[in-house]
C-alpha cells in the first residue's frame, strides 16, 4: 500500500473521533437549541458565558479537586508498585514470579464484578470512601501496567544488576538508581494511560460513592443531563472542561508515549 494511500486511510479514520470533538467543542458556545443539533455549523452567537455558568452552577471546583486526589494517588501507587512488581518478575524466573506474572495478566481480560466488589469494599467499610474508589481503580490499573514495564524491564542486560551488586548497591538501591532512571519513557506511558483512566473513570466513582460532593469531574454532567430535561451547551462545557487537564498532561508527555509504548510492547 503507497504511503498516499495509507496517509488518506488514516485521515478518513480519524474523522471518526474529529467530528465528535468538534461536535462538542462548537455545541459547548451555542445555545440550547442549537447545540442539540448535534452538528457541525458554527455558533449564531459565541456564548462563552456557558463555561462560567458550568463553573458557577455545576460544582467544577471540588469535583476538580476529587478528580486531582484520585488520580494522583492512582497514578503513583500504580507507577510505584507495578514498575516493582515489574522487576521482580522480569529478573526472578521461579514458578511462583511466574504464577503472579499470569495472575495480573488474567487481570487484563477479566471484566469487574461490580457486586462481588462492592461486598468486599461493604465488608471493609470502604463504601463511599476515597479509599475504596482508589483501591478499585488502583486494581484495575495494576495488570497492563506491570505487563507494559515488564517487557520494557527484560530488555534491560542484566550486566548493569551485576554491575551494582559488586558495587555493594542492594536490590531496592539498584532498581531506583539505576533500572528506574531507564525506564522513563516507559513511565511517561504508563504516566499518561493510568492518569487518563484515573481521571476519565465514570462508574466506578458512580457505583461507589453515595454522596455528590465527592463527586469526580465526569460526574458533574449530571447536574445539566437529566430523565427530562438536558441543556447540551452546558454538557459540552462541561465535558471540555472535564478533558481538558488530561489533554494537557498527554501533550506534555507525548513526545515520550510512542517511543514507551513501542518499548513496552516488546516481550523478553
Not at 548493569?160 to 528506574?180: H, K, N, Q, V, W
Request: with cysteine; aromatic share 14%.
Amino acid at each position: 500500500m503507497s504511503s498516499g494511500i495509507l496517509t488518506l486511510l488514516m485521515a478518513v479514520i480519524s474523522l471518526v473521533i474529529i467530528i465528535p470533538l468538534l461536535v462538542m467543542i462548537l455545541g459547548s458556545f451555542k445555545n440550547p437549541t442549537e447545540a442539540q443539533l448535534f452538528n457541525l455549523h458554527l455558533p449564531t452567537e459565541w456564548h462563552f458565558e456557558n463555561y462560567s455558568y458550568v463553573i458557577q452552577k455545576g460544582g467544577i471546583g471540588l469535583a476538580f479537586i476529587n478528580s486531582l486526589i484520585i488520580t494522583v494517588v492512582v497514578t503513583v501507587f500504580v507507577l510505584i508498585s507495578g514498575s516493582l512488581c515489574a522487576f521482580v518478575v522480569s529478573r526472578k524466573n521461579t514458578r511462583y514470579t511466574n504464577f503472579v506474572y499470569n495472575l495480573f495478566l488474567l487481570g487484563m481480560i477479566c471484566p469487574i464484578q461490580i457486586v462481588t466488589t462492592f461486598g468486599v469494599l461493604k465488608s471493609l467499610n470502604l463504601v463511599g470512601t476515597f479509599l475504596g474508589v482508589m483501591a478499585v481503580e488502583s486494581a484495575l490499573q495494576l495488570p497492563w501496567t506491570i505487563f507494559t514495564l515488564s517487557g520494557f524491564i527484560k530488555n534491560v542486560p542484566r550486566d548493569l544488576d551485576e554491575a551494582a551488586f559488586i558495587d555493594g548497591a542492594s536490590p531496592a538501591r539498584m532498581f531506583f538508581t539505576i533500572i528506574m532512571p531507564l525506564m522513563k519513557p516507559i513511565l511517561a506511558t504508563a504516566l499518561v494511560t493510568t492518569a487518563m483512566y484515573a481521571w476519565n473513570e465514570f462508574m466506578i466513582p458512580m457505583y461507589f460513592f453515595n454522596s455528590s460532593s465527592k463527586w469526580t469531574m465526569p460526574l458533574t454532567v449530571y447536574n445539566f443531563f437529566g430523565q427530562y430535561a438536558s441543556n447540551w451547551n452546558y454538557v459540552f462545557a462541561d465535558l471540555v472542561l472535564t478533558a481538558l487537564p488530561i489533554a494537557i498532561l498527554y501533550l506534555c508527555c507525548q513526545k515520550y508515549v510512542i517511543s514507551g509504548q513501542t518499548a513496552g510492547a516488546v516481550k523478553g
